[in-house]
């Protein structure tokens, strides 16, 4: 197999071309023929005219690739070698949502052929591909697992926004069902990812290492994110308690903060339905997405008190301060710094609290999509500012907000406005403003 991809005479498709899947065929294009599967229409389109819809990779990156971009299920029964990389979401009851998986399995397995190889790198629960892929492979194929094809799974380690830790630079978990199908897919890896691979002693353990990646550093932000809570009531900065604490050679510094995206904020989720299954409450995972979840909502509740303590808002007749009569500006949407994805972005819990006292907020964002998050917050985001607030909240500190400078704020606030930080960003640079951060 490894030989006959190296030599072009078989092929290798990516099924899934986002944020994890696009690099991943890309790169196999330099030493391979690749075909590159997707169900959007609007994305195959700018793919074939060299842009990627993440914004991640520049169009030198589809540069001398041997690479199609398809929907074409005749063009997916060309190859032998499949990576299967689409999303692993949760649904709105934080329950692992294995439909687009499942889908992409099913694509797969009217293709598949004897002697084929299907690869996962969706983040899944340990067990899952076994579990939920392998008899759906068999069912729909009419083949034997292992006798007829072979599964492995390689978790993903990409990082939108990241170029230090890229998939070249930084070390892939391969495993496969046996001996023969972990040395080919090792090999096959080891074409693109010059940092090597690990060889995991079996698929769950593959699957379990990835979710546990990601929990690990929930539960610590989680734990910063509650000592921050207790901070702030005793009148102390975190970030300064923090930099203290670093001064010791086995502190780790982890930060408080909103905990969106793809990974953290979703992978533990898919450990606590495994643990269900095996009738287990993890206590410490669900402890710390519940304080991670609850975040947003903190943030803006502390925005409004300050707002209503520091004489900011416009005053009723009764001369206590309204947050009805008050604006926020709001700066950043996406779940993180200098990316545009917006998936599961804890910005949103912020401004729905807001809302919820009849708050006046404006979101501005040079990275995201204004209708994407329309379409997926119902937030309809401005252009610019207008006129003054009497809050900002830095959410996301962008490249593009980071060298604003005190004076700049002010422009944008009332006499005596509110800077809330939830990052500590600016927490050197705002002397003269009403200031809080995490």
Known sequence: MYNQLISNKLKLAVVGLGYVGLPLALEFAKKMSVIGFDINERNLKMLRNSQDPSEELGPETFENRNIIFTSDPEELKK??????????????????????????????????????????????????????????????????????????????????????????????????????????????YETVVEAGVHRAPGMKVAEAAKIIEN??????????????????????????????????????????????????????????????????????????????????????????????????????????????????????????????????????DIVYELLSYRTEVDVIDPKADPAYVDHEYGIKMVDKPTGKYNAIIMAVPHKEFRSMTQDDFKALLVPHGLVVDIRGVFRNIIKDLDYWSL
């Open 79 to 188: 190859a032998s070698f499949y990576i299967v990389a689409v999303p692993t979401p949760i649904d709105k009851y934080n329950t692992p949502d294995l439909k687009p998986l499942l889908s992409a399995t099913l694509s797969v397995a009217k293709v598949l052929k004897k002697g084929d190889y299907v690869i996962y790198e969706s983040t899944v629960y340990p067990g899952c591909t076994e579990e939920e892929c392998v008899p759906l492979l068999e069912s729909v194929s009419g083949l034997k697992f292992i006798e007829d094809f072979k599964v492995g799974y390689s978790p993903e380690r990409i990082n939108p926004g990241d170029a230090e830790h890229s998939l070249q630079k930084t070390i892939k978990i391969v495993s496969g069902c046996d001996d023969e199908s972990l040395d080919i897919i090792a090999k096959v």
């Open 215 to 348: 929990t690990q550093r929930d539960v610590n932000i989680a734990l910063m994110n509650e000592l921050s809570i207790l901070f702030n009531r005793m009148g102390i900065n975190t970030y300064d308690v923090i930099n203290a604490a670093a001064t010791k050679w086995n502190f780790v510094a982890y930060t408080p903060g909103l905990v969106g995206g793809h990974c953290i904020g979703v992978d533990p989720y898919y450990m606590v339905h495994k643990a269900s299954e095996l009738k287990y409450h993890p206590q410490m995972i669900a402890s710390g997405r519940f304080v991670n979840d609850s975040m947003g909502g903190y943030i803006a509740k502390q925005t409004v008190k300050r707002m209503l303590a520091g004489n900011q808002s416009t005053t009723n007749q009764t001369g206590i301060q309204s947050p009805s009569k008050s604006r926020v500006l709001i700066m950043g949407v996406t779940y993180k710094e200098n990316v545009s994805d917006i998936r599961n972005s804890k910005v949103a």
